[in-house]
């Protein structure tokens, strides 16, 4: 099939702006691949601290005979989606010992969970965990005594995080090993109309407790189609899971075996074989845009328009939000999982799934298939799915159709003819829209504003009743610099109901929303951000906004806005509290959304 003209020259064009950057990028991992094993290097000293705890594996560490792995782990048990990561690394030194490897835990990595922190102090914290993430990363693998690496984590900023410290030491192969989603409870739709009954207070605390424990119930990850399951489909798209991995559920056979075949993959790719694929490699400017196209494919969350320009910079590729919104032109919307429908991810795993996807998308020139992958040559590799048979695991051809079109769909008749993400841009600056689940009529919205600067006061206004027609809504200073650029998520019931009243309404702001946002239109990552004095700092509560998902356009209608002076915000209370403080130089450094919200700039 030939390859899709617009993902071509998206991909062209984002090789040519990368050039020098990238060229660099390869010639420091060229660098660090041609210093060999990396345990040759130390002295007798060091090798013994090194192996001072290895028990039986000191023996072949000191022979350095057939690779040592790193494990990078994000486990914790508060956290459901990395609760099973517990148990992964004695899976991990049984499966390499069989063939003569070893490996050995080499760090830990924060991992914190939105959801716990939604609408709490502790939410500023959360984007800015990512960076922390990948220091930590850098911080494992610094000891420099590992040949691969596997990385264990799932959610929101953990893979983000561990993908960009996988970069920086990008001459080593790595697997991402998930840990697969929790099975299925109660259905996202009706756990969505507990929440709203609680907002208008027809029901108590204890129904709304009672809904949320159902839904999240056990190990695994959340099964709507968030941040969390967005990486998951991410890491497939581009190479770094095996086949078919991602949505395996916790504590099967199945799952167990994909984790052993992982580390022996991931040793296999070493420099000490035959099949060496680093990291550097894997993760070149087609495998983003692949990305980029499965995000828009699958109606994905938004957090990774951000996420995906930081990820990629990691590697010197320089990604912009036209390019996203560019490939939103030209890539259907092949799935619906919830927010932007009633199945989860269970049910699209078993629907098709991502090998289904990839397939269409492949067939149909909207994937670039000649990429590298921890499974070989070719994203070809990810048509398949794992089975386990007497004999162990094999992989064996997918369906080639879906098994439930009301989830999947193929190419030739899509939910819609573009991607499920939206690039505005205006007079009130660049931002984004997830319009997956967003119905076609809520797409446009042209209201008077209410300003607000906390998302409290917004919740509060709402339960006075003080909304009753057309609306606008814009929460600022939430951007990076700000306070961290929190996501808002806490607004979508007051939103939803509404909207469901039959008001038009939207929310602007410069910070962000969940990836399991989405039936309301919601015009976020607003850049300049308020703190930089960009045009949301001049608008007053009654001027006019038009928000408009089908144009791409994001415009104050009152003239002369920015004449006035800007508004300001005291953010002394965000400085402080819940290990705020430790953050400052942070929310200093850290670079515009667009940029990726990064404290690292170019690296």
Wanted: charged residues 15%; hydrophobic residues 40%.
């Amino acid at each position: 099939m030939t390859l899709n003209t617009t993902l071509a020259s998206v991909t062209e064009r984002i090789i040519t702006r990368s050039a020098p950057t990238r060229g660099a990028y390869l010639e420091r991992m060229r660098a660090a691949q041609s210093n060999g094993p990396a345990r040759a290097h130390l002295t007798c000293s060091g090798q013994a601290h090194a192996y001072a705890a290895a028990g039986p594996d000191q023996a072949a560490l000191a022979k350095a005979s057939a690779g040592h792995l790193g494990i990078i782990t994000a486990y914790n048990d508060m956290l459901s989606a990395h609760q099973p990561f517990e148990t992964y690394p004695q899976i991990v030194r049984d499966a390499v010992r069989k063939v003569g490897g070893t490996a050995q835990v080499a760090g830990g990595v924060p991992a914190m969970c939105d959801g716990v922190t939604q609408g709490e102090a502790g939410m500023e914290l959360s984007l800015f965990s990512r960076d922390a993430i990948a220091m930590s990363t850098a911080v494992g693998l610094s000891h420099n005594t590992f040949d691969a690496a596997v990385f264990l984590g799932v959610c929101d900023k953990i893979v983000p995080g561990l993908v960009i410290g996988a970069q920086v030491f990008g001459h080593l192969p790595a697997v991402f090993l998930p840990a697969g989603p929790m099975v299925s409870g109660l259905a996202n739709d009706e756990k969505a109309k507990i929440r709203q009954k609680y907002a208008m207070g027809e029901v108590g605390r204890e129904e709304l407790l009672k809904a949320e424990m159902s839904a999240y119930h056990g190990p695994g990850t959340c099964t709507f189609y968030g941040t969390a399951n967005t990486n998951q489909m991410l890491m497939e798209f581009m190479g770094l899971h095996l086949p078919g991995s991602s949505f395996v559920n916790p504590g099967t056979e199945l799952r167990e075996a994909l984790t052993q075949e992982g580390a022996r993959r991931a040793l296999s790719l070493s420099a000490l074989g035959n099949a060496y694929t680093p990291v550097c490699d894997i993760l070149d400017e087609k495998a983003f845009a692949n990305g980029i196209a499965g995000l828009m494919a699958t109606g994905g969350s938004t957090n990774l328009l951000i996420h995906l320009i930081a990820m990629a910079r990691a590697g010197g590729i320089i990604l912009d939000w036209q390019d996203f919104s560019d490939l939103s032109e030209v890539v259907p919307l092949l799935a619906r999982v919830y927010p932007n429908g009633l199945a989860d991810v269970n049910h699209f795993h078993a629907a098709g799934g991502l090998g289904y996807m990839i397939g269409e998308m492949l067939a149909n020139g909207l994937l670039h298939p000649d990429t590298k992958t921890v499974a070989g040559d070719g994203l070809s590799n990810y048509v398949t799915e794992p089975f386990l048979t007497d004999d162990g695991l094999e992989w064996r051809s997918g369906t080639g159709q879906s098994l439930n079109e009301g989830i999947c769909r193929p190419v030739s008749a899509p939910f819609q003819p573009t991607g499920g993400l939206s690039r505005l841009t205006g007079s009130l600056g660049t931002a984004v829209m997830k319009i997956s689940a967003v119905a076609e009529e809520h797409r446009i919205v042209e209201a008077p504003v209410r300003i607000f600067h906390d998302q409290d006061d917004a919740k509060a206004a709402f339960k006075a009743g003080e909304f009753t027609g057309d609306v606008i809504i814009v929460v600022r200073f939430q951007g990076p610099k700000a306070n961290g650029m929190p996501e808002l998520h806490s607004l979508t019931p007051m939103l939803s109901i509404m909207q469901g009243r039959g008001q038009k309404v939207a929310l602007v702001t410069d910070g962000r929303m969940s990836g399991a946002s989405g039936k309301v239109p919601a015009a976020i990552h607003v850049v300049p951000e308020a703190l930089d004095g960009g045009p949301i700092a001049y608008i007053q509560d009654g001027d006019m906004l038009r928000v408009d998902a089908l144009t791409g356009t994001l415009d104050i209608l009152t003239p002369d806005v920015t004449k006035r002076d800007p508004a300001t915000a005291d953010l002394s209370a965000h400085a402080y509290g819940m290990g705020r403080e430790l953050f400052s130089p942070f929310r200093q450094l850290v670079g515009s959304a667009d940029t990726g919200a990064s404290v690292f700039g170019d690296l």
